[in-house]
């Protein structure tokens, strides 16, 4: 279950600041790089974790880039996921699926278990 975007707040895993409009576009523009690589080269079954952690990441710069236009630093993935779901970015079926994304790709750094 998805915890309440202020559960964050109160919790200090999010911080209110002044928007970054150059923090966002960074951002982007290295979820953009990550596309790239992705997209121009052919990918391996031995590739895949380290592909899928690219694509989550890829997600998360761009999750992390709104929040920085709205104000926001986030330091949980959780808190991430939680202003998607709150702010009304995407359905509930795709917060689901994010967040086993989440976790999906925590074993695969944390714990080193394949995609």
């Given at each position: 279950m998805i915890k309440p975007f202020e559960y964050f707040i109160k919790e200090n895993l999010v911080?209110?600041?002044i928007p970054n409009r150059s923090l966002a576009k960074s951002l982007v523009e290295k979820a953009e790089v990550?596309?790239?690589r992705i997209l121009k080269s052919e990918i391996e079954e031995k590739e895949a974790s380290i592909?899928?952690?690219d694509i989550y990441e890829?997600?998360?710069e761009s999750a992390q880039a709104i929040m920085e236009l709205k104000g926001?630093?986030?330091y949980s993935h959780e808190a991430l996921i939680s202003f998607l779901w709150e702010g009304k970015y995407f359905s509930e079926s795709v917060i689901?699926?994010?967040d086993n994304y989440r976790t999906l790709?925590?074993?695969s750094v944390y714990r080193a278990e394949g995609v």
């Amino acid at each position: 279950m998805i915890k309440p975007f202020e559960y964050f707040i109160k919790e200090n895993l999010v911080r209110k600041e002044i928007p970054n409009r150059s923090l966002a576009k960074s951002l982007v523009e290295k979820a953009e790089v990550r596309i790239y690589r992705i997209l121009k080269s052919e990918i391996e079954e031995k590739e895949a974790s380290i592909v899928f952690e690219d694509i989550y990441e890829i997600l998360r710069e761009s999750a992390q880039a709104i929040m920085e236009l709205k104000g926001y630093k986030p330091y949980s993935h959780e808190a991430l996921i939680s202003f998607l779901w709150e702010g009304k970015y995407f359905s509930e079926s795709v917060i689901i699926i994010l967040d086993n994304y989440r976790t999906l790709r925590n074993k695969s750094v944390y714990r080193a278990e394949g995609v």
